[in-house]
């Protein structure tokens, strides 16, 4: 476990070039096979990381806190109710007072300055846990998952994205494949397809690493030959009853059914979501579904992310 990323935040996977992603997968399987084994060695005692959550989520939370106990190092849960990010103390002072006290902070919330800001002035590594913007963490637990499942290279894979595709994972795993070279079909509606300056800037990365990236409308020609078909929520949290409605009418051809999983024309086509009712229950509960998968890899791939930030 050589390998370092020593007191670097990770706000979104474009912080990272593809040596430091294949660096970071391979550091997340051989700490599972530890874990596993019996044999992991904690490398994080005596830190302390702070967690902010103004957006809750169980998976998030468990991950990063099983990921730091099991390196030997505490977490500050700070919730919803106690979150110092809008009292009358400044951004910037509660920034920096917080990066005296801890080694590191994760931050889950609604505005996508206030992670930028904690990381320009706590001096300490400050991770990306999904404010609006990108989620890079769940990325790396993607990509390790698929690494698992299938015995090409990234550069080789061919993955479907369907619905909502300028979400905070629809924006990430565009990112992820335009570094790693991956094959990566995204449909979705036009009005709900990445901003243009993202498809620029992965178009430009994309040129470097060999990625083929496609944006359709049309969820059958996007899923032949896939090896991962990949879904996500269909509306925000924190969106009104009227916003679900509407994205739900506008989502619905994208819904991940057993007749969409057949026209892969790929028997060894795997099923990937962020949540899990963007599919039906037969595809979610069926061999093809990998999704629990994907949860454990995520605190694998955070224990990674902390060990080469704080190890």
């Known amino acids: ?3 370092s990323l020593k007191n670097r935040s990770l706000l979104s996977l474009d912080e990272l070039d593809a040596r430091d992603i294949q660096q970071l997968l391979a550091l997340s399987h051989e700490l599972k096979r530890a874990k596993a084994a019996g044999t992991e060695q904690p490398t994080l005692r005596g830190r302390n990381i702070a967690l902010i959550f103004e957006k809750s989520s169980t998976r998030e939370r468990c991950a990063f806190e099983l990921a730091a106990h099991d390196q030997g190092a505490h977490v500050s849960f700070i919730g919803p109710d106690h979150s110092p990010m809008h009292e009358a103390e400044s951004l910037k002072d509660t920034a920096r007072v917080l990066g005296r006290l801890y080694d590191a902070i994760e931050y889950r919330g609604f505005a ?3 992670v930028r800001t904690l990381a320009a002035h706590a001096g300490v590594p400050v991770y990306n846990g999904s404010p609006d913007e990108f989620h890079p963490t769940q990325v790396l637990a993607d990509l390790m998952t698929m690494q698992e499942h299938c015995d090409k290279p990234l550069r080789e894979m061919r993955v479907a994205c369907l619905g909502d595709a300028r979400c905070d994972k629809g924006d990430s795993l565009l990112l992820g494949a335009a570094l790693t070279g991956m094959d990566l079909r ?55 009853d009227a916003a679900w409605a509407e994205r739900m009418a506008l989502l619905r051809p994208y819904q991940v059914t057993a007749r969409l999983m057949a026209a892969a024309g790929n028997p060894s086509v795997k099923f990937m979501h962020g949540l899990s009712a963007e599919a039906t229950e037969e595809v979610f509960e069926s061999p093809a579904s990998i999704v629990r998968d994907q949860a454990e890899n995520r605190m694998h791939a955070i224990k990674a992310l902390l060990v080469a930030t704080l190890g």
């Open 112 to 114: 996508r300055q206030t």
């Open 186 to 240: 995204i449909a979705a509606p036009r009005a709900l397809w990445p901003a243009w300056q993202l498809q620029a800037q992965c178009e430009a990365l994309a040129r470097v690493s060999g990625a083929k990236l496609t944006l359709t409308e049309l969820p059958l020609q996007a899923v032949a030959g896939v090896d991962f078909i990949y879904t996500d929520v269909r509306a925000a949290m924190g969106e009104s």
């Open 1 to 3: 476990m050589a390998y």
